[in-house]
Structure formats: structure tokens, C-alpha cells
């Protein structure tokens, strides 16, 4: 009799391979076929909200590993909160104005943005973006995130752009807005200012120069002759702006004689400054406070102008000589010290980075070339005293990573002053994750400097302001902003660069000096303004997205942000609200390789999500989200996602085992009470409880990381290692109705439902592959996207039990070491060729006698005998773990029953079925 088919075998169309590519995409079908964002938006219509607002990417390219660490951690957010019970509505969206955008539309179309007219070029900007919105929309599909796909929200739509004018205006009507002449991070290959969240900090080799100003009028404090002051500095080419030298006012200064000459420097600078111009003998001739040497007037080096003595508090005594050169044209800290003086603004570098005719000798020249200029002149005419080079972290733009500088323009700005308090009040009123992100951007608010919103470009939303043709007073008001939002409603900001003024004025209106005609404004707006608008343009939009509601419960972005949308947004939101837009903020790591590095393509470390899509499916990549803590930086690299995929393995095998277990399962006519589970059983249960609550609870508190690792350690240790391997014998060999499979199955399918549910957020593409094999009607759901995450069944948690399994496990543990040894020493094959003996103290005795029945099940050997410590024979194995505990392992006695293969003494006792022992022999008999 072949008894291999009376044994309830595994039996299940679940496929042993993932395959996990091709049927992710038949997935991605479905979901299409069936509307599964619109299903799960009518399931919980009604319910509470919650409201993810979308920090929109820029279209200009593929996504990268980085959009996958961000799109992902959104959908985790989503799917979780959605199945929590909350109605949470996900509207993605792109930003598609700006700098990065209009870079990759000029090499993509070869445009010359100077040739080529403005409306005509922004339609080319437009083109570009709207092809990488739809191409990056398939990406983030490809990954499972689900979302309103077919309506996102993209900076360039109509409504949008109208929205943001309006925000504008207000922050106009209430004074935050308004024009000045500043120094402005300027970057010469964009040609346009820069905010300070465009700015980034790089390592730069510049020149290192100590210059000498002659004193042409000491005050009577200073002498005049072969007199003067030391200037340190590393940009050489600012100094034809230079038009003061500052001291601060606390500071001591000393007048050196060298030889014939005498130079004024800070006293604690004294000795740096003479090793680096080579002064070897020198002595201290005079002592002065800062204070005293005010207006003190020196020459400018090569320049026929008056260098004039200040007081400065921001000058320092890190390096240099405590005498700092002033340009108020190249610097914001000049440029405040010479306003309290009514110094000039000196500015002689244009748009392009080249010096004017106000450079006097250095017009032409590229400012970073002109460097070698200065440096000659200054040589030439005997004041250039030391030059060297040093390499320090240097300002450089975000988008084409050029060096950047200061330059005196005029700018539109918003005052952060005038809502600065209301900005920190309300920071403080948010919930930020990690809570360091809190002090990260208090700070920043508190230290920054009026936001420049003003860019010299053309592929954005133009500053909304006419200017009189008459008297160039500034016109924008109520009136002009409500046609102008109804102008762009209809055909878009182009219609700002296709009319002239007039055409888009109400009717009949004047300046108040009496003049009816205006010009326009040429400048657009800084992009952070655009995208800091959206929750304005997107969240209190309703008319559009109706399952919106301002404010947000959460932003979720990179750490960058908290300078970037996270700060604009709080900023556009505080001046027109008094309230911050967001309840909780979320920041995330970046992506780096196994050694911390960047990634780049130069270094070769760039993990492309397209390839390991392709090779092994979004889900690893999601797996890969979800199993680093994304607080710090997330490595990523092939043999880190090959490690992934042993993990994703394990949890799906899990499942692929409980699902070939209940092939016969039906869960309205099978399931088994609780109270008549097994104690095994019923310690399974709690296992699965106390898991549901501590996954339900980390996804809550936005812990991915340790819903990766419980659900790992579940199917791992609890399930495979534990009871999954305890409870085979009885699935296989049990008559197939039988109370005893029937309750192992039971709570095989309660785990199986409870796991799946969990994995949603994380597994979305398995777990719906797990749902359509799951047996039972599965509540009538298509998808289990539409399922409710499982709770916590209290009554199930036994700490009592919990404490007796943990302790019975860990004797376990220990026998299985010893059974592990005595295979390597050949003296047995398997474990159920082994009998197990134990040698126990009195007290363990009592706790494992009353099991002793269930201990061959549970260690999976043919027979466990227990007896006292003293009984221990010599060779027997203690262990420092247990005290108590003597284990000895020898082959089990008996004959190998051909049906469960454990050995007994019983075997051929049946005369009908001689290779069965009495268990297995009595089974056949009912079947």
C-alpha cells in the first residue's frame, strides 16, 4: 500500500517560485481593471481623514532610488491608515516649473533661451515636463503605490497657478512683499538669484591672500606714513567692490613696525599674520580698541577711492587678521555694516558673472578669471603681502552645482520678519518626526534671512505686479489680482508673457498719479514659492479634489526639505493663515552605498530600481524601504537587496506553507472554538496577538523598521522554527477531519489572514497574490487593499501560558543542540531516529512531566523519557543555560513507521498493516 497517499500532503497552486516581475505587472492590471484607489475611497468615505500631501518631485527625469525610498514610505503611510479605519485619500503630484525643468528642456530641445520667444520656449518647458510627469507616473505605478493617478496635481495647471497668484497678493495686501536692493546668492550659469534652500555647500580650492591698505587718514590715532591695515581674504575678485575695512569695536589691535613699514592687526592674529607674510623681525609700537580707529580713512589698493574704517559686530578672530574687507555689493554682512554708514553699493559684476565698465581695469572678465587680475594689479602696485591657496566648503547652486556668489540686485523679497514669531509659535504646535527635525527648523526660521522669491527666468509663475509708466510706482491690489487669477484660470500664466499690460488690467484703472498706462513685472517666482503654495492649491481645493481637507496630517520628505518645502510651505501658509499647513512632519534619510558614500554614477555605486525591478520585483524594493530605519541614511547596493531577497523568501515561503496546509480547509464549517485548541495551539494564538499588536502599533508610530523585523522574527522563529515545524506531524498523519488538524488549522488560517493584512503596506504585490489563494469567500473582498488591518484579540493574550511555552522552548532549544551534535557525530540521521532522555531537578521534572506525552511532538524525536539529576549516566550532556537539565541522546528503539517515520516498539503489532506502528495503524483504519 503506497501510504504516502493517505497522508494530508501540502497541496496548493501558490507557486514555489516568486516570479515576481511577471505577475507584479498582471497585479498592476487588476488593480487598473478593477479602480482600486476609487474602491478603497468609497469603502472609507465618511470616515475620519487622513491627508498625506504630496511633496511634488520634479519632472526631469527617470526616478531614481531615492523617489522609490520617498514613494514608498508615502504608500506605507496610506495603505496602513486606510486600513486603520481613516479615510486617506493620496494625490500625487509634480512640480514642474523651475530651473530643473527649464536645464534638461534646453539640452533636450537645443534651445537658445535668449533667441527664442518667451511663450514659445515655455511651451517647449511645458512639453518637456508634462512627457516626464507621464513617464514617472508609470514608475511610481510600477512600484505599487497607489494613488489618484489619473488626476494628480502638477504646479503648471491652471487653477494652480491662479491659487498662488492669490497667495501672493495676500501676502502683498499685508506687507510681506516688497522690492530692495541686496546682496543675493546669484549663480552666473543660471543667470538668476538664488533662495537659500538652493544653495549647497561644497569643498572649493580658492586663492588665500593677505592685502595691505595704505592709511591716507589716521585721525590722529594712526600714523599716515608707510601705514596699514591687513586684509585677509579669499576672493580677490570682490575687491574692486571693496569700499570699507571692518573692525570690531571690542576688539584690541596692535600696529606692528616691520622694518620702515607698520601694519594694523587684531592682537590675537598677530603671530598667524606675520608666519604668512614672512615677517620675521617685528616689533609692537601701538595698542588700540576697535573703537577707537572709526572712520580711519585708508586707500584702496588700485582703486582711486576712500576705503573707510567701520565697526562691525559680525567680524570674528577664526582666521585672517580682524580686519575684514568690506564690499556691501558681494556680501550680506557688508552690505548691512555700510548701510549704518551710507556707504555705496558697489555691484560691478553682471547677470553672466562678468565684470562692467564699473570694473574699471578688469571689464570683460569673467569674475572667478579675474581672480588671477587682481591678484597681478596687486602685486604690480606692492599690496599683495602673502598668497596661497586653502580649500573650504564654498556655496554652490543646487540645480548645475557652479560656484556661486553674492550680488547686489534688485529683488523682490518677503519680509520673514513681519510672521517670523507666528512661524516659530507654530512650529512648535507640530509633530515632528524624528523630533530633532523640531530644534532643525525652529532654528532656521529663527536665523533666516527676508526669502528672495524673484528669479530671472521665464519657465514659471510670473510676480503678479505692474509698474506705472509714469512715476514706476508699483501697482497690485485686490482688483488686479482677482483678474489676473481669473485670466490665468482660463489660459494658464502663459497669457502674463503672450499680452501686454493692458490687456491684463480691469478695465479703466489708474495709478494714483493719475496715469493709465503700466509695464510688467519680467520676473517669475522662486519655485519653492510654487510648490510651497500647494496646500493652498491643492489641500483647499475642493472643487477639483473633494476628498481633500486642509490642513495635511502629514508631510513626508527627505531631511533637505526642513530648508526647502517644509520651510516654504510653513512660511506662505503662517502669512496668509496664522497656521502651519501641516500637523506632523516626517523627514527621511538618504540613499547611500554599503561603504556610506553617495550614490553616482562616477563612483558606479548607483542601484538603477528599473533593473532590480526588473531582475526581482518592486516588492524587494519596497522590502528594502521598509527594513532600515529611515531616520539615517539607507544603504543600498546588490549583494544588501540579495540579502532582502533571502528575507522576502522566508516570509513568503511561511505563507506558501500555511497556505498548502488549509487546501482543505473551509473556514465557515471547520474552524475550532478557541477554548478547544490545543495548548499548543492557543500559545500560537498569542504569539500572533501580541504581533498584531506590536505591528499595528509601529506602523502607528511610523516605525517601519519594526514591522520588518516582527513580522520577520514571526515567520522565522515563531511559525517556521517553532510551531510550523511542531505541528506537521499532526496536519500529515491526523485523520484529515480530525479535532486535532482541524484546530492546527484553524489557527493556521487566522495567522495567515492576520499576516497578510499586516504585510499589505509593505508586500502589496504578495499579499494580493496570497489573497486570491486564501481559502473561505474572504468577506466577498476583491482585493485585499480592501481589507481592515486585524486587531488584537485580548481574551487570547495569556501571559501565564506565554511564561510556561517560553520556558518549555527554551528546553527545547537545548535539546535540539544536543540532537544537533549527535548527528554530526553520525549517531543519528534525523531527529526522529533519536530518543531523548532528561535528567531534571525536581522542580523541572514537575513542569515537564505533566507535558510528557506532547515532548516527542514538540522536540520532533521518537520517543523523550524524563528521570532525576542523579540518574544521568557518564556522557551525558549538562549545559550552563539550564542547571537543572541533563540531556543524553541515543537511537530510538524500535522500527521506522513507514507512514510517520517516527520509531516504536509497536510497529508490526497490526497484522493488517505490519509497517505501521499503532497511531498510524489505528488512522488507517478510519479512513
Not at 50 to 58: A, E, Q, R
Not at 248 to 275: C, Q, R
Not at 319 to 331: L, R, S
Not at 860 to 883: E, K, M, R, W
Request: net charge negative.
Amino acid at each position: 500500500m503506497d501510504y504516502g497517499k493517505t497522508l494530508n500532503l501540502p497541496k496548493t497552486d501558490f507557486p514555489m517560485r516568486a516570479n515576481l516581475p511577471e505577475r507584479e505587472v498582471e497585479f498592476l492590471k487588476f488593480w487598473e481593471e478593477i479602480d482600486i484607489y476609487r474602491k478603497v475611497q468609497e469603502k472609507n468615505r465618511g470616515r475620519q481623514k487622513f491627508i498625506l500631501h504630496d511633496g511634488p518631485p520634479y519632472a526631469n527625469g527617470h526616478i531614481h532610488l531615492g523617489h522609490v525610498l520617498n514613494k514608498v514610505l508615502k504608500d506605507i503611510v496610506v495603505k496602513y491608515h486606510s486600513m486603520a479605519g481613516y479615510d486617506a485619500p493620496y494625490v500625487p503630484g509634480w512640480d514642474t516649473h523651475g530651473l530643473p525643468i527649464e536645464q534638461q528642456a534646453i539640452k533636450a530641445f537645443g534651445i537658445n533661451r535668449h533667441e527664442i520667444n518667451p511663450v514659445e520656449f515655455r511651451n517647449k518647458c511645458k512639453e518637456f515636463a508634462l512627457g516626464f510627469v507621464d513617464i514617472q507616473r508609470e514608475e511610481f505605478k510600477r512600484l505599487g503605490v497607489r494613488g489618484e493617478w489619473d488626476k494628480p496635481y502638477l504646479t503648471l495647471m491652471p487653477h494652480y497657478e491662479a491659487r498662488q497668484i492669490g497667495v501672493f497678493g495676500e501676502m502683498a495686501k499685508k506687507g510681506y512683499i516688497y522690492k530692495g536692493l541686496k546682496p543675493v546668492y546669484w549663480c552666473a550659469t543660471c543667470e538668476t538669484a538664488l533662495a537659500e534652500a538652493e544653495v549647497e555647500y561644497g569643498d572649493k580650492k580658492s586663492a588665500s591672500i593677505y592685502v595691505r591698505f595704505p592709511v591716507r587718514n589716521g585721525r590722529g590715532v594712526l600714523p599716515e606714513e608707510d601705514a596699514y591695515l591687513v586684509i585677509w581674504t579669499t576672493t580677490p575678485w570682490t575687491l574692486p567692490a571693496n569700499v570699507a575695512i571692518s573692525l570690531h569695536p571690542e576688539y584690541k589691535y596692535v600696529l606692528i613696525k616691520a622694518g620702515k613699514e607698520k601694519y594694523l592687526v587684531a592682537e590675537e592674529l598677530k603671530d598667524s599674520f606675520l608666519k604668512n607674510a614672512g615677517i620675521e623681525s617685528s616689533e609692537v609700537i601701538g595698542e588700540f580698541k576697535g573703537s577707537e580707529l572709526e572712520l580711519v580713512e585708508c586707500g584702496h589698493p588700485f582703486v582711486d577711492r576712500v576705503s573707510l574704517v567701520i565697526m562691525g559686530e559680525h567680524v570674528t578672530l577664526d582666521q585672517g587678521t580682524g580686519c575684514v574687507h568690506t564690499a556691501p555689493g558681494h556680501g550680506m554682512e557688508d552690505f548691512v555694516v555700510c548701510k549704518q554708514y551710507n556707504l555705496p553699493v558697489i555691484s560691478p559684476v553682471n547677470a553672466k558673472g562678468v565684470f562692467t565698465e564699473e570694473g574699471g581695469i578688469f571689464a570683460g572678465q569673467f569674475y572667478l578669471d579675474a581672480n588671477n587680475s587682481v591678484l597681478e594689479e596687486l602685486d604690480r602696485r606692492g599690496h599683495l603681502m602673502s598668497h596661497s591657496t586653502i580649500l573650504h566648503q564654498y556655496p554652490h547652486c543646487w540645480r548645475c552645482k557652479k560656484s556661486v556668489f553674492f550680488r547686489a540686485t534688485e529683488q523682490w523679497f518677503a519680509s520673514i520678519d513681519g510672521f517670523r514669531q507666528s512661524a516659530l509659535d507654530e512650529i512648535r504646535t507640530v509633530r515632528w518626526i524624528p523630533g530633532w527635525g523640531e530644534e532643525r527648523i525652529y532654528n532656521m526660521v529663527a536665523n533666516r534671512g527676508d526669502w528672495c522669491i524673484s528669479r530671472q527666468r521665464s519657465w514659471g509663475v510670473p510676480i503678479p505686479i505692474f509698474y506705472c509708466k509714469d512715476c514706476g510706482k508699483e501697482l497690485i491690489n485686490d482688483e488686479t489680482i482677482r483678474h489676473l487669477q481669473g485670466l490665468f484660470r482660463q489660459n494658464g500664466s502663459d497669457v502674463w508673457f503672450a499680452r501686454p499690460a493692458q490687456d491684463l488690467l480691469p478695465q479703466d484703472i489708474k495709478c494714483g498719479c493719475g496715469c493709465g498706462e503700466f509695464t510688467k513685472e519680467t520676473d517669475i517666482m522662486d519655485v519653492w514659492f510654487d510648490s510651497g503654495t500647494s496646500h493652498f492649491g491643492v489641500l483647499d481645493e475642493q472643487s477639483v479634489w473633494p476628498d481633500l481637507c486642509w490642513p495635511a496630517d502629514l508631510y513626508l520628505e527627505g531631511s533637505d526639505q526642513h530648508r526647502g518645502w517644509f520651510n516654504s510651505s510653513l512660511s506662505t501658509s503662517v502669512a496668509v493663515s496664522g497656521r502651519a499647513p501641516y500637523r506632523a512632519v516626517l523627514t527621511h534619510g538618504f540613499v547611500v552605498d554599503e561603504q556610506g558614500r553617495k550614490q553616482s554614477k562616477s563612483l558606479g555605486n548607483v542601484v538603477d530600481p528599473a533593473k532590480v525591478i526588473k531582475q526581482m520585483g518592486a516588492d524587494i524594493l519596497r522590502l528594502w524601504v521598509s527594513s532600515a530605519d529611515y531616520r539615517s541614511d539607507l544603504a543600498a547596493s546588490p549583494s544588501i537587496l540579495k540579502q532582502l531577497t533571502e528575507a522576502y523568501r522566508k516570509i513568503r515561503n511561511t505563507c506558501r506553507f500555511l497556505l498548502g496546509n488549509l487546501y482543505d480547509f473551509n473556514p465557515a464549517a471547520d474552524k475550532v472554538d478557541f477554548d478547544q485548541l490545543l495548548e499548543i495551539d492557543r500559545w500560537a494564538m498569542l504569539r500572533l496577538q501580541k504581533l498584531v499588536q506590536k505591528v499595528t502599533g509601529s506602523y502607528q508610530d511610523y516605525e517601519y523598521h519594526v514591522v520588518y523585523h516582527a513580522i520577520h522574527g514571526f515567520c522565522t522563529i515563531d511559525m517556521s522554527s517553532l510551531y510550523l515545524d511542531i505541528i506537521k506531524d499532526r496536519l500529515y498523519t491526523m485523520p484529515a477531519g480530525s479535532k486535532e488538524r482541524r484546530a492546527a488549522q484553524t489557527v493556521m488560517y487566522e495567522i495567515l489572514s492576520a499576516l497578510v493584512r499586516l504585510l499589505v503596506p509593505v508586500l502589496t504585490f504578495t499579499t494580493e497574490e496570497i489573497w486570491r489563494h486564501m481559502p473561505g469567500d474572504r468577506d466577498g473582498l476583491a482585493s485585499v487593499q480592501l481589507a481592515d488591518m486585524p486587531e488584537a484579540v485580548e481574551e487570547y493574550i495569556d501571559d501565564e501560558l506565554d511564561q510556561k511555552w517560553e520556558r518549555l522552548l527554551a528546553v527545547r532549544g537545548e535539546v535540539t543542540k544536543v540532537l544537533e551534535s549527535a548527528r554530526r557525530d553520525k549517531v543519528i540521521g534525523n531527529s526522529l531516529e533519536a530518543a531523548v532522555e532528561l535528567y531534571t531537578g525536581k522542580e523541572l521534572r514537575g513542569f515537564l512531566e505533566p507535558m510528557a506525552g506532547d515532548l516527542p511532538a514538540i522536540f520532533i524525536v521518537s520517543g523523550v523519557t524524563l528521570a532525576g539529576l542523579g540518574d544521568a549516566p557518564a556522557g551525558a550532556q549538562a549545559n550552563d543555560t539550564i542547571p537543572e537539565l541533563v540531556i543524553s541522546v541515543r537511537p530510538a528503539g524500535g522500527s521506522k513507521c513507514e507512514r510517520c517515520w517516527m520509531y516504536h516498539e509497536g510497529v508490526g503489532a497490526d497484522a493488517e498493516h505490519k509497517t505501521l506502528c499503532p497511531r498510524c495503524a489505528g488512522v488507517m483504519k478510519e479512513i
